[in-house]
Antibody
Framework: QVQLVESGGGLVKPGGSLRLSCAASGFTFGDYFMTWIRQAPGKGLEWISYISSSGSSVFYAKSVKGRFTISRDNSKNLLFLQMNSLRADDTAVYFC?????????WGQGTLVTVSS | DIQMTQSPSSLSASVGDRVTITCRASQSISTYLNWYQQKPGKAPDLLIYGASSLQSGVPSRFSGSGSGTDFTLTISSLQPEDFATYYCQQSYSTPRTFGQGTKVEVK
């Protein structure tokens, strides 16, 4: 069965960095685009980035462009999100999701809190 | 970026009610429209993709319709497990924006 498990969240000070990981299993990881989506506390869903199956093409929402970097290691079935210059408004649960043209499988999410 | 607007933002309903949620796109997105259900503390679940295709395992009381800019999610007979927040999402272009959500509450 398809499983996505995020890790790497935690408490970080404004201006700091964090690297999230998403471990995929149960499907041929290298065949799919992958996406990061976040949800601030009590708020709606915000799509923030995706990466093509090979990793050659990426896209970012304006809110994170220039600060976040998405990448993947198809040999290890891992998706990453490097987050730099973190701000208080980046506080959210971060989900990884498989992209089939729609997000059909999601991880459970990892909480990132940006606070001094 | 394409803006997605859902209405209403919340609604109160009873078990057995027919519930309709609408989603409007700021420009035509053909049928590149998806619906998700989210319960508190959980990841969203895909309900409908391509405006009207039911995701495997989703009960048939859920249905979607629409094309262009106007879309509808219908729950034909609300069940206790359907009280949740529902989001639409366009996958016509990046960023793949979501609507603000519709919370379905117990009347």
């Amino acid at each position: 069965q398809v499983q996505l498990v995020e890790s790497g969240g935690g408490l970080v000070k404004p201006g700091g960095s964090l690297r999230l990981s998403c471990a995929a299993s149960g499907f041929t990881f290298g065949d799919y685009f992958m996406t990061w989506i976040r949800q601030a506390p009590g708020k709606g869903l915000e799509w923030i980035s995706y990466i093509s199956s090979s990793g050659s093409s990426v896209f970012y929402a304006k809110s994170v462009k220039g600060r976040f970097t998405i990448s993947r290691d198809n040999s290890k079935n891992l998706l990453f999100l490097q987050m730099n210059s973190l701000r208080a408004d980046d506080t959210a649960v971060y989900f990884c999701a498989r992209d089939s043209g729609w997000n059909d499988y999601w991880g459970q999410g990892t909480l990132v809190t940006v606070s001094s | 970026d394409i803006q997605m607007t859902q209405s209403p933002s919340s609604l109160s309903a009873s078990v057995g009610d027919r519930v309709t949620i609408t989603c409007r796109a700021s420009q035509s997105i053909s049928t590149y429209l998806n619906w998700y259900q989210q319960k508190p503390g959980k990841a969203p679940d895909l309900l409908i993709y391509g405006a009207s295709s039911l995701q495997s395992g989703v009960p048939s009381r859920f249905s979607g319709s629409g094309s262009g800019t106007d879309f509808t999610l219908t729950i034909s007979s609300l069940q206790p497990e359907d009280f949740a927040t529902y989001y639409c999402q366009q996958s016509y272009s990046t960023p793949r924006t979501f609507g603000q959500g519709t919370k379905v509450e117990v009347k």
